[in-house]
């Protein structure tokens, strides 16, 4: 009977502590709830920033690979056309030559004498050597009839000789009214080699 008096005496006294460690529990829970979100939109926002970051690191990558690729392919194309087409102008010169005077001859025209100028490709004078082309302009004086001459020129254009016409002009033939005479005006490229561009370097002399 005496602890029921006692524990009625005193219990707003125990019903104020207990609300009293309720309500520090709650704060300490809510707290640390706090925090953990807090904590929380940290991390999300440290992951996806990493992930926008290792994003952005996978399309440089893609770029890069895509660019090595390209360079690749390109030099590819390159050595194609030093070691296999455009050769040096000892080696492929007169090849030049006998493809323009058996297309004449195949058309029925007629060849005069051909002329040809030199210089370096590209013209910086800084760039190795064997990264440069030996430019030839060729001077093509051919006559004959009309239909004769433009398949001359389309053939010049299809030939394996890297040939390329940059202008031409025409003129009404001596011979008569029926023939043209015609300037064409071409230009090619050679691997230019030490002495080519040795050569050039003199003024007035040709390579």
């Excluded at 926008?52 to 090595?68: F, K, N």
């Excluded at 210089?119 to 302009?137: C, N």
């Excluded at 053939?155 to 390329?164: A, E, G, M, V």
Aim: net charge positive; hydrophobic share 45%; charged share 20%.
């Amino acid at each position: 009977m005496r602890l029921e008096q006692a524990v009625f005496r005193h219990l707003p006294t125990i019903l104020i502590a207990g609300a009293v460690a309720v309500a520090l529990n709650l704060v300490l829970y809510f707290t640390a709830v706090s925090r953990l979100d807090r904590f929380t939109r940290s991390v999300k926002a440290e992951v996806k920033a990493n992930q926008a970051q290792i994003e952005q690191l996978e399309a440089r990558d893609r770029e890069v690979s895509t660019g090595v690729d390209h360079v690749r392919a390109n030099k590819q194309v390159v050595d194609d056309l030093t070691g296999k087409i455009l050769l040096t102008k000892g080696q492929r010169l007169v090849e030049v030559q006998k493809t323009l005077a058996a297309l004449a001859e195949a058309h029925r025209l007629q060849l005069d004498t051909i002329g040809y100028s030199y210089s370096i490709y590209p013209t910086d004078q800084k760039m190795a050597w064997g990264h440069r082309f030996l430019e030839v302009g060729i001077a093509v004086p051919v006559s004959g009839p009309y239909q004769e001459l433009k398949g001359f020129m389309r053939d010049i254009q299809d030939s394996p000789q890297f040939l390329s016409i940059t202008s031409l002009n025409l003129a009404a033939s001596a011979q008569g009214a029926a023939l043209i005479q015609t300037n064409l005006a071409l230009v090619t490229y050679f691997v230019a080699t030490e002495q080519d561009i040795r050569d050039l370097a003199v003024k007035g002399k040709r390579p």
